[in-house]
């Protein structure tokens, strides 16, 4: 290269300890799908999918409520009772609801669950307790109580907690955890 062209007459470093120190090369970012794990990601699809039912059992319950609107002809009073059916109108109102109310009770559900990050019941029963602990809910009086328990009363609460545990044994968190080991 000439030196017209911005070249230097200057040789390069023949030994690393010459040689300027290079910048440190950033990672390149992810982007967040990336950094989705499985459990998350199922997390949000079952989000996704009650919203989804959410929306088209609000949607069909719009087009049944407009259905059944009465808009009178030309001639007709505007007092005139269209016929209807009690029974297939009561049957309809009931499907609906229902329909409703568990399509929003999922989307609740399936919410609560992305928000807390929470994959199973067991994930929601530790994270319940340790907020109920956090908040202090366990008074001076419920362990007062726990300790003056009867002996029978608490020989039967254990009895029912040993029976339960021995019943579903593969579902408990400690299981795994002990299989492992």
Not at 106 to 113: D, I, L, Q, R, Y
Not at 123 to 129: G, I, L, Y
Request: overall charge positive; aromatic content about 8%.
């Amino acid at each position: 290269m000439s030196l017209a062209m911005g070249a230097s007459d200057q040789t390069p470093p023949s030994s690393p300890e010459q040689a300027p120190p290079v910048p440190p090369v950033p990672p390149a970012k992810r982007s967040w799908r990336e950094s989705l794990t499985p459990e998350r990601k199922k997390l949000y699809r079952n989000f996704l999918f009650a919203t989804t039912a959410t929306y088209l059992s609000v949607m069909i319950t719009k087009r049944a409520i407009t259905a059944r609107r009465h808009v009178p002809s030309l001639f007709h009073h505007n007092n005139y009772v269209p016929q209807f059916n009690k029974y297939q109108d009561g049957i309809q109102a009931v499907t609906l609801g229902t329909l409703l109310s568990c399509s929003t009770f999922a989307m609740g559900v399936t919410g609560v669950a992305l928000v807390f990050n929470i994959n199973n019941p067991y994930e929601f029963h530790a994270a319940m307790r340790k907020y109920m602990r956090g908040l202090g809910l366990q008074t001076e009086l419920s362990k007062e109580l726990e300790k003056n328990l009867d002996p029978r009363v608490k020989e039967l609460e254990d009895a029912i907690e040993g029976f339960l545990s021995d019943s579903f044994p593969e579902e408990r968190p400690d299981a795994k955890r002990e299989k492992k080991n």
